[in-house]
């Protein structure tokens, strides 16, 4: 018993890090990278904007929230290179997978079958987000937080959550927008204290020393989010951020879920799937499992980038619901094929990320000469991590008060006549896009280079603009 529970652990280890071969740079990592080499090198924590033109021209204000997770990028890429990056996101992939086993692992053993399902689920659900990203740090601590919390729910001798302070400094240091999480969950398990008398509910029953471990973590969760350069501001730094009508309509990962992507219909299933699962089993469900489903699937619903959230949460709920069922299988066969699977598709299919994505021909000439620059939304990490002062890039909260939505809705081949309110001279744009069919068919506009991806134009003559560099 104890070799097959081993063997499935490896199994469900395995299978939730294969997103690893889904692996890509992302446009943030490089602006990510350059952050934590200025960090690194000057031995201080910008306040302002170092990076594009526009927003050291305006002295925009920004909050620099994931600067330690850039030192640490940097220090990881300094070292290893692409390889030390790949390394370093498989590590936070199996810690992370880790504890997910950690979660429910003795109803795992109980059900081989649904576990193998369960992994497979959660490798989808990763599969587009193994970018060196610091939400990768983010599941990692919040998957720790669930487990220390339902460990205390569970049993009332555990110390486990004494940790709670320690994970939220790392946590508002690596990924100040998410780490109000964690004194969010603390909340929902007090409350879970007030016991409601609903018949559909099983009654959560915590005892007054429990009670006073989550008041504990609750508290010191949020005064060590107060640790880090930015003071109390990362309290309100989240909370912020989901104001932002513009970062939420314009940004993908912002966006509601949407039924017109697999993505979307992938997030929709899972989320029928979770809900047939605990209604198929006929058991009364707790509150504290009813209060952290509904609140990760309406987040998830109102913004996919939620969803893992929602994943790493059921993980510790779901299989509890779980029946039994007449499928046996053989796991030592499993995992050969698994492992066979993956050693063919490195062998075969597998292609290593890009890592440069603009050609030596844009960026020698973008050096060379004299630019004021508009570039794709995308293109905007990879130029500062080149050098070059972009317009816009990633950081789209800093930009949220300014420039963002003129930005989106160029992007979007709207109001295309907004190029006219900035006095810019050169053009390095996504290929195939509206806003490269408007420079394209604009005389005003010369093609000076194109690669597979980008195009870079240039304007035919100085033209003298009436509008400031500061349009707001």
Same mark, same amino acid.
């Given at each position: 018993?104890?070799?097959r529970?081993?063997?499935?652990?490896?199994?469900?280890?395995?299978i939730?890090t294969i997103?690893?071969?889904?692996?890509?740079?992302?446009?943030?990592?490089?602006?990510?990278l350059?952050?934590?080499e200025?960090?690194?090198?000057?031995?201080?924590?910008?306040?302002?904007?170092?990076f594009?033109?526009?927003?050291?021209?305006n002295?925009?204000?920004?909050?620099s929230?994931?600067?330690?997770?850039?030192?640490?990028l940097?220090?990881?890429?300094?070292?290893?290179?692409?390889?030390?990056? /790949?390394?370093? &996101? !498989?590590?936070? @992939? %199996?810690a992370?997978?880790? *504890?997910?086993?950690?979660?429910?692992?003795?109803?795992?053993?109980?059900?081989?079958?649904?576990?193998?399902l369960?992994?497979?689920?959660?490798?989808?659900?990763?599969?587009?987000?193994?970018?060196?990203r610091?939400?990768?740090?983010?599941?990692?601590?919040?998957?720790?937080?669930?487990?220390?919390?339902?460990?205390?729910?569970?049993?009332k001798?555990?110390?486990?959550?004494?940790?709670?302070?320690?994970?939220s400094?790392?946590?508002?240091?690596i990924?100040?927008?998410?780490?109000?999480?964690?004194?969010?969950?603390?909340?929902?398990?007090?409350?879970?204290?007030?016991?409601?008398?609903?018949?559909?509910?099983?009654?959560?029953?915590?005892?007054?020393?429990?009670i006073?471990?989550?008041?504990?973590?609750? /508290?010191s969760s &949020? !005064?060590?989010? @107060? %640790?880090?350069?930015?003071? *109390?501001?990362?309290?309100?730094?989240?909370y912020?951020?989901?104001?932002?009508?513009?970062m939420i309509?314009c940004i993908?990962?912002?966006?509601?879920?949407?039924?017109?992507?697999?993505?979307?219909?992938?997030?929709?299933?899972?989320?029928?799937?979770?809900?047939?699962?605990?209604v198929?089993?006929?058991?009364?469900?707790t509150?504290?499992?009813f209060?952290?489903?509904l609140s990760?699937?309406?987040l998830?619903?109102k913004?996919?980038?939620m969803?893992?959230?929602?994943?790493?949460?059921?993980?510790?709920?779901?299989?509890?619901?779980?029946?039994?069922?007449?499928?046996?299988?053989?796991?030592?066969?499993?995992?050969?094929?698994?492992v066979?699977?993956?050693?063919l598709?490195?062998?075969t299919?597998y292609?290593?990320?890009n890592?440069?994505?603009?050609?030596?021909?844009?960026?020698?000439?973008?050096?060379?000469?004299?630019t004021?620059?508009?570039?794709?939304?995308?293109l905007?990490?990879?130029?500062?991590?080149?050098?070059?002062?972009v317009?816009v890039?990633?950081r789209?909260?800093?930009y949220?008060?300014?420039?963002?939505?003129?930005?989106?809705?160029?992007?979007?081949?709207?109001?295309?006549?907004?190029l006219?309110?900035?006095?810019?001279?050169?053009?390095?744009?996504?290929?195939n896009?509206?806003?490269e069919?408007?420079?394209?068919?604009?005389?005003?506009?010369?093609?000076?280079?194109?690669?597979?991806?980008?195009?870079?134009?240039?304007l035919?003559?100085?033209?003298?603009?009436?509008?400031?560099?500061n349009?707001?």
């Amino acid at each position: 018993m104890k070799k097959r529970n081993q063997l499935l652990f490896i199994i469900f280890i395995t299978i939730v890090t294969i997103s690893i071969f889904l692996f890509s740079y992302g446009s943030d990592f490089f602006w990510h990278l350059k952050i934590g080499e200025y960090i690194t090198t000057h031995q201080k924590i910008p306040f302002t904007d170092l990076f594009s033109w526009y927003g050291t021209q305006n002295h925009l204000p920004w909050i620099s929230h994931e600067w330690l997770f850039e030192v640490i990028l940097f220090e990881w890429f300094h070292y290893g290179k692409q390889f030390g990056i /790949f390394i370093m &996101i !498989l590590l936070l @992939l %199996i810690a992370t997978s880790f *504890i997910l086993w950690k979660q429910n692992s003795k109803v795992f053993t109980r059900f081989p079958f649904q576990t193998i399902l369960w992994g497979i689920l959660g490798m989808l659900m990763f599969a587009n987000k193994t970018m060196p990203r610091p939400h990768l740090f983010s599941y990692l601590f919040f998957a720790l937080t669930i487990y220390i919390c339902y460990d205390t729910y569970q049993n009332k001798q555990s110390k486990k959550i004494y940790i709670a302070p320690i994970l939220s400094i790392l946590w508002s240091n690596i990924h100040g927008g998410s780490s109000n999480l964690s004194y969010l969950i603390y909340s929902f398990f007090l409350l879970s204290y007030l016991n409601l008398n609903i018949k559909y509910f099983k009654k959560d029953n915590l005892e007054k020393t429990q009670i006073k471990k989550f008041l504990y973590a609750f /508290f010191s969760s &949020i !005064l060590a989010i @107060l %640790i880090n350069p930015h003071g *109390i501001k990362m309290l309100f730094y989240p909370y912020l951020n989901m104001t932002y009508h513009t970062m939420i309509t314009c940004i993908e990962e912002w966006q509601s879920l949407s039924l017109y992507t697999i993505d979307g219909w992938f997030y929709l299933l899972f989320i029928i799937g979770i809900t047939i699962t605990i209604v198929h089993s006929k058991k009364k469900i707790t509150q504290i499992d009813f209060l952290l489903l509904l609140s990760f699937t309406f987040l998830g619903i109102k913004s996919t980038r939620m969803m893992p959230y929602l994943y790493i949460v059921s993980t510790s709920i779901i299989p509890k619901y779980w029946i039994n069922n007449k499928i046996k299988i053989t796991l030592t066969p499993v995992l050969i094929s698994i492992v066979s699977i993956i050693i063919l598709f490195y062998t075969t299919i597998y292609q290593s990320p890009n890592f440069h994505i603009v050609s030596k021909e844009m960026i020698t000439y973008l050096k060379k000469e004299k630019t004021i620059l508009y570039n794709s939304y995308e293109l905007g990490g990879y130029l500062i991590y080149q050098n070059i002062p972009v317009f816009v890039d990633g950081r789209a909260d800093l930009y949220i008060d300014t420039i963002l939505c003129d930005v989106c809705e160029i992007e979007q081949g709207k109001g295309l006549n907004k190029l006219e309110k900035y006095p810019f001279n050169t053009f390095i744009v996504k290929r195939n896009t509206k806003l490269e069919n408007y420079l394209s068919n604009n005389q005003q506009y010369e093609l000076k280079y194109k690669d597979q991806q980008n195009a870079l134009y240039i304007l035919k003559k100085d033209k003298t603009k009436s509008t400031t560099t500061n349009p707001i």
